[in-house]
């Protein structure tokens, strides 16, 4: 195949999930002999980037600012510098940016065009940049109906479904976190020792869920389950005042013993593995899904409304732990049969990490080959 140069641009690299799958594909580009950039305002992972052999490019592009329509010109000069094959959006902002910089090159030289749908936006034209590719990657059969539903104009053959990925080597099945680190684990949160373990993973928003899980946690309190509620996730500085509304909600239900906050943790696989149930109890559908897939692949069985990219995976891989949206006796009901009879997921998992970047790179160079260039 003919090495590509393929530039990926997003607002910044310092954390989450899309900036991760830009890395993993950045790294997959490196190891097959292509020239993989990453175009963004910085951030601290752009040391991971550049040691697995890709380079970035800083530019101010993650601001909703006019003063950033005034980075279109040096986008489209470093474009054309670089011989760029595909250009892949990833951001709205940016992608607007990066969009009308590509609008403004010849047509018979400016690179291929792939935008992805990595969120369910609120519908307006600002988000309509997700429609714009020449193809259109959607993470999820949700993110594609998303875009049929809601921009009529794109062609459904424009939009192809690549579901996001992990690596089974990270999320291992059957993984047992090492007794070194459950002895920490039970020395700093003793109150965890005996109790059946159900874990809410994800920052703290109010999209999350977190009062459904603190409501689940006092009914089954109240029906005489030996649980502990655990929230993992760090509250950004703007979400402070959530943070002290959910533990005002917890103080006044008297859950202050049998709900722990663990801020931001780095060990999420061993949280896991020492988990009896995950949740999934976003108000709003999710893309994708990712903290349902990861446990999921490790054999831990997972609970969450039955809606959107979540919906998708649990169907594929736990359908005993769909609950229908909002139905909280239902959660309630599952919960307790679960905690009662316990299940494991399927483990052949669909939604690897080597599937993921396989289509990806596949679609760039399927684009790139093709002849007839639909602008």
Known sequence: MKPLTVVQI????????????????????????HRAIVISSGGKL??????????????????KSLWTLLQIWPLRKQLKGLNTDVLHLRSRLPGWIAYLAWR????????RLITTVHGLHSVNRYSKIVGCGERIIAVSQTSKQYVLDNYPSVPPEKIKVIYRG???????????????????WQKQYPQFIGKKILTLPGRLTRLK??????????ELQQRG??????????????????????KNIIENRELSSHITFTGQRGDIIDIYSVSDLIFSLSRKPESFGRT????????????????????????????????????????????MQLLAKPEE???????????MLSETLSLYQELVESKTKKV
């Open 292 to 335: 349902v897939l990861e446990p999921l692949a490790m054999g831990i069985p997972v609970i969450g409304w039955n809606y959107g990219g979540v919906g998708e995976i649990l169907d594929r891989l736990f359908p005993q732990g769909k609950v229908h949206k909002d139905d909280k006796e239902e959660l309630i009901t599952v919960t």
């Open 10 to 33: 997003l607002p910044a690299l310092e954390s989450g999930g899309v900036e991760r799958g830009t890395l993993e594909v950045a790294e997959a580009l490196v190891k097959q002999g």
């Open 104 to 111: 403004g090159m010849p047509v018979k030289s400016r690179p």
């Open 166 to 184: 992990i690596d089974p080597e990270k999320f291992k099945w059957n993984y047992k976190a090492q007794d070194g680190w459950v002895k920490v």
């Open 209 to 218: 869920g977190h009062e459904d899980f603190i409501e689940l946690i006092d």
């Open 225 to 246: 389950e030996n649980v502990h509620g655990v929230i993992v996730g760090g509250a950004h500085v703007s979400k402070q005042k959530y943070l002290n509304e959910l």
């Open 345 to 355: 997921p399927k483990s052949e998992n669909p939604f690897t990490l080597d599937r």
């Open 46 to 63: 752009v040391d991971d980037l550049v040691k697995m052999g890709a380079e970035h490019i800083c530019l101010p592009i993650e601001k």
